[in-house]
């Protein structure tokens, strides 16, 4: 969650010449809470506080948690305080890089494979490739809010500039749940209305610093040489850095950092299901078909999540990080089975006729956290260890494991359908 210095001045029309503007800065908007509120309905509009526990501290505020001066790095015993009211979550960090590995994925890749991803909930994507087929820069920041909006049921604000100084300071200051183009003309104006902090990189220490040589604002830093900036700083490279920002330029390039990949199936039921029997063989089909992809690329995967989508097309999702990394539907079935009961509150010894609590419209698992098999140090869980003290002669999860290689065999050389996993 950004703390950086919003002005209610700078949200405003700076002008429509979007010329050489390709830089986007996409962020979500107070992305953990966000996510919460999409997995449960009933918060919207409630103050939503991720963070629990008297010694940590608050990791993300919806914006009507923020009104009352909750912010990110505050102890949560401040916040609780501030807004006895407030609904406190624990951080599900598997379920919001799903949900973000899902946007990037399904919506931002869609555009351009130029995207630097900076973190979890937030990206420069250089555009200039896409204008042929998407149109202006403002078409695809368009297009980009509405279609996370309506498919996630997040928010995220975009700046859009002609360099990434100017793109991630107009997204802080369209924030939230808007859009700002700045354009080129206009840059120097924008970034010298803000106050230091506004730029990134200027903290606490460095704004003293530049307080103490008279300088206030980025008004006043545009009026200084570089030459009395070096002196101000003490470095070359910062007083550089200070005087191009202060005139709204920047030379970085959008990097291409790819999102992170996952590997994943699901399917939709011909009709919604509210039998865990069935929901648990296309769980069976997915987990194979994951595992499958895994081994055919030498992966490993860390990360196990369930996707289900229910009747009134909400979805949940539930992921759960594994001790030792899998690559076999042996391994990540049974997993996927646990976090569905989690999910849908059905106790872990409940029979498969058991009805579940809600109709199901489509359920997929898919495997994240993925590692080159021989670049991965596999250590055996405690369970593993367990087990294979039980069985002497070889696990039933290890033979299982062999089995699965055997049938990938079978299936390179007769075809996908030749062989199937009983369960
Ligand atoms: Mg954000």
Not at 167 to 189: C, E, F, H, V, Y
Not at 336 to 351: F, H, S, T, Y
Request: aromatic share 6%.
């Amino acid at each position: 969650m950004s703390t950086a210095p919003r002005l209610a001045a700078a949200k405003k029309d700076w002008g429509h010449d979007e010329t050489g503007c390709t830089v986007l800065h996409i962020d979500m908007d107070a992305f953990y809470a966000s996510c919460e509120v999409a997995r449960y309905p009933e918060l919207k509009g409630k103050p939503v506080i991720i963070g629990t526990g008297t010694r940590s501290v608050v990791s993300a505020a919806s914006y009507e948690a923020r009104v009352y001066g909750i912010n990110s790095a505050m102890a949560v015993s401040r916040a609780r305080k501030l807004c006895p009211q407030g609904i406190f979550l624990p951080v599900d960090m598997a379920y919001y890089h799903y949900i973000s590995h899902e946007i990037f994925k399904t919506v931002f890749s869609r555009i351009t494979d130029r995207i630097e991803q900076v973190s979890v909930d937030e990206c420069f994507m250089d555009v200039s490739g896409a204008l042929m087929r998407w149109g202006s820069p403002t078409n695809i920041a368009r297009w980009i809010r509405s279609t996370v909006a309506e498919n996630f049921n997040v928010t995220c604000s975009v700046g859009i500039a002609s360099n990434k100084l100017v793109a991630k300071m107009a997204s802080t200051n369209a924030k939230p749940d808007g859009m700002l183009l700045i354009p080129k003309d206009r840059q120097a104006d924008f970034v010298q209305l803000m106050p230091l902090r506004g730029i990134p990189g200027i903290g606490p220490a460095l704004e003293k610093r530049l307080n103490a040589w008279g300088v206030k604002d980025v008004a006043d830093l545009a009026k200084m040489s570089e030459h009395d900036l070096t002196r101000a700083t003490g470095s070359k490279i910062s007083a550089r850095m200070l005087y191009l920002s202060s005139h709204g330029l920047d030379q970085s390039k959008v990097r291409h950092r790819p999102p992170e990949k996952s590997i994943g199936a699901e399917r939709t039921f011909m009709h919604d299901t509210t039998s865990m029997e069935q929901v648990c063989g296309l769980l069976r089909t997915c987990s194979d078909e994951v595992a499958t992809s895994l081994r055919a690329q030498d992966l490993v995967a860390r990360t196990i999540t369930v996707k289900l989508r229910f009747d009134d097309l909400r979805y949940m999702t539930k992921a759960r990080t594994l001790q030792t990394p899998v690559s076999t539907a042996t391994r990540i079935y049974p997993r996927a089975v646990e976090l569905l009961k989690r999910m849908l509150g059905i106790p872990d010894l409940a029979p498969m006729t058991t009805p579940l609590p809600r109709l199901i419209r489509l359920a997929g698992v898919s495997a994240s956290g993925l590692s080159k098999v021989k670049e991965t140090p596999i250590q055996p869980s405690l369970e593993d260890v367990i087990e294979e003290d039980d069985h002497k002669a070889g696990s039933g999860a290890k033979r299982m494991d062999h089995a699965e290689a055997a049938i990938d065999t079978i299936r390179n050389r007769y075809g996908r359908g030749s062989v199937n996993l009983g369960v």
